[in-house]
């Protein structure tokens, strides 16, 4: 089957976002939402803006869709990001465990690199993952605008034959 001119998304609109408890129960977070799942068409090249209609609330969500090649290449690009900043968490773990582990001799301080390793640990620890899922997940469409009811409303990508994917209604 060529999915390669498609991209698969799903609408959601947020139905409500309840907080429970607090006062006799635990404080507990609940989001609800209906989907409804779309297939768009890609441009042949560059970038096309595609109207959604949200079908709870028939708002007209404005989405942009990005040719298979642009879309290829930024997952790549996200993914690659992702495995150098793991690269870069383990190499600047390694030498914050050298240095930090080393005696030092009186009145010498540990060198400047090794708050820098520290930071660096902080970010790609959070960094690594968040790249390499998003470009994972990555579809090239991305949500550019909605009108008043944009707040409640969420585009995310579908992988093709998901499943528990839905046409629309
Ligand atoms: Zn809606």
Known sequence: MNT??????????ILGD???????TPRTRT???SAAHYVVKRPPSGKQT???TCTECSA???????????TRTFAAV????????AVVFFAAFAYAIHEGGKTLPEGQSLPVLFPISVIAI?????AAPTFYLHGRSYNGVSMLDAPKPRRGHQIRPVRPG????????
């Open 4 to 13: 390669a001119g498609t991209a698969e998304v799903a609408v959601r609109h």
């Open 50 to 52: 595609v109207e959604l």
């Open 18 to 24: 309840k907080v429970t408890g607090g006062f006799l």
């Open 162 to 169: 998901q499943r528990g994917a839905r046409t629309p209604r």
């Open 122 to 126: 902080a970010v790609t620890f959070v």
């Open 31 to 33: 989001i609800t939402w």
């Open 60 to 70: 007209s969500l404005l989405a942009e869709v990005r040719d298979q090649s642009f």
């Open 78 to 85: 996200l993914r690659i990001i992702g495995v150098v900043c």
